[in-house]
């Protein structure tokens, strides 16, 4: 079998191919499309992608289908950094190592190449023909994991929180705001990758069991995020560090320290495998989960 | 039958009802719900909802599968809004009569209450069961509608011509701006509206014919909304009056006079009705196109 990096090269360059067809260039009005393509194809580790396709292992997902999927979640993801960088928001001009969205076109133009994203994501989803109940479920958990009980749910209350200093979230407000903010969209790609494949396979336990994963990596990943903040440099992430404590934003990190953060980070890393060994068991799952497991130990190892 | 008054007031009370169900107060985070109550609960004329409605009626359309796509319509209608009257868009603090959603809850809030509602539409459309090809085809017309080809391509032309004087658009790039701009969701929510009835009646003929219908409304809308910044007060249309001219935005009044626009909007109209005509001779549609005609008039006649 082939290595975890291998793999992942692979399915990135597959993913940035899927891209590059789904958004063409000179598409009118050329200008929006263009922000848009800076938007997506700007890089990124393409985490929810990978999800997507290695959770669509388990039900023998066909790849337009997933395709469909992973750049239907790359493009919430996408427009949410678009939006999150904004001026009135967090205020950033550096992503992905390079210009962030609005610091190219413009804050109105940030705006509305956000907006036509979101947009987007969902006319990518429905692109494939797949059996009615298959796309209600795949549109529910997409619109649920970027909406007000998700994604935006989350960053309206980081927004709330930030800069509010001592009398800001403790522990388990930090954990339910990020369960939203984060965690939502990437437990919505590993239901979304299983949602993709066959009806007999894609069953309740599956779904379960992948709930449990997906929040799991959703919250060793900000844990992560929080952390590398802190010991990395601007250059590495590509976005400007240290900009957590500059806001006074409570974080895993400000909140626990260095190493216990690292130790929770570890922590969530092992309810993830915990929740694939109980899909190993099942005869329909075993020898189908290593991906999943190798992308819950390369997000949490980023952070050591 | 009755009037189109006491259709139209039965269908905005059935619509108010459903929004306010499907919008419920008090979900977490609240104050996150309560703007986006504010957007779609504080009021709007609920155009899209009704043509969707009166256009469900040639297909024999459920009323749970047309109250999911009025509800869509009108949620991407009402984040449009809020994300327009941004300070770093048309800046209007005004909507409905009232505060709009930023002046109320704030600059970030108002962009993430946006964001909520795009995301809330499209869980709604897909929250009542239907066979897949017309789910398929439900989100399609709505993200086509919503984003670049649509709404979001026609409001980024805006943001651009806006402040361009002389240099600005000419009619005909005035009318393809509007076209996505208004056009394009005015013309979803018609087909949405047939497309959530009867496979059997919801056939290309019928949709070739909306399509003209859809688009002849819309391009009336649009040039009645200029005749009106420009005739009417700012108490009767609950927001800023007079605003194109002070920002220097070409305008179908600008460009053509007022009588001239009014003509052109009276000849949209007639296209409407012609379009209508010919379903009519059809004995599938026959005495079915009663309420899309009124709208059609309906709409012409508020720049009267």
């Known amino acids: 079998m082939t290595s975890f990096e291998d793999w992942a090269r692979e399915r990135r360059g597959h993913f940035e191919a899927a891209a590059e067809r789904a958004l063409p260039a000179g598409v009118f009005p050329e200008l929006l499309q263009e922000a848009m393509r800076w938007s997506v194809l700007g890089g990124g580790k393409r985490v929810r992608p990978l999800l997507a396709y290695a959770a669509g292992e388990l039900t023998q997902a066909p790849e337009p289908a997933v395709d469909a999927a992973a750049l239907a979640l790359e493009f919430i993801h996408s427009y949410s950094l678009v939006h999150d960088d904004l001026p009135c928001m967090d205020n950033d001009s550096l992503r992905h190592g390079r210009a962030s969205t609005h610091a190219k076109y413009g804050f109105a133009e940030g705006v509305l190449a956000g907006d036509a994203l979101?947009?987007?994501?969902?006319?990518?989803?429905?692109?494939?023909?797949?059996?009615?109940?298959?796309?209600?479920?795949?549109?529910?958990?997409?619109?649920?994991?970027?909406?007000?009980?998700?994604?935006?749910?989350?960053?309206?209350?980081?927004?709330?929180a930030t800069g509010a200093g001592v009398s800001g979230p403790g522990l388990e407000d930090l954990k339910r705001l990020h369960a939203m903010k984060t965690?939502?969209?990437?437990?919505?790609?590993?239901?979304?990758?299983?949602a993709?494949?066959?009806?007999?396979l894609a069953v309740p336990e599956l779904f379960e069991a992948l709930s449990r994963y997906g929040s799991a990596v959703g919250l060793a990943f900000q844990i992560v995020d929080d952390i590398l903040d802190v010991t990395a440099d601007t250059a590495t992430l590509g976005k400007s560090a240290g900009k957590d404590r500059e806001e006074g934003k409570a974080t895993y990190?400000?909140?626990?320290?260095?190493?216990?953060?690292?130790?929770?980070?570890?922590?969530?890393?092992?309810?993830?495998?915990?929740?694939?060994?109980?899909?190993?068991r099942d005869p329909r799952y075993a020898g189908k989960t290593r991906r999943l497991e190798e992308l819950a130990r390369f997000v949490v190892s980023r952070g050591r």
Chains 1, 2 share one sequence.
């Open 183 to 194: 965690g939502a969209l990437i437990r919505a790609a590993v239901l979304m990758g299983a």
């Open 118 to 160: 979101q947009a987007e994501a969902f006319r990518v989803l429905a692109s494939v023909a797949v059996p009615g109940a298959r796309l209600q479920r795949l549109v529910r958990l997409l619109a649920e994991g970027a909406g007000a009980r998700g994604m935006c749910g989350g960053q309206w209350l980081d927004i709330k």
């Open 196 to 200: 993709s494949g066959e009806e007999r």
């Open 253 to 280: 990190v400000s909140l626990l320290g260095l190493d216990e953060a690292r130790r929770l980070a570890a922590e969530a890393g092992r309810e993830a495998a915990a929740a694939l060994d109980g899909l190993e």
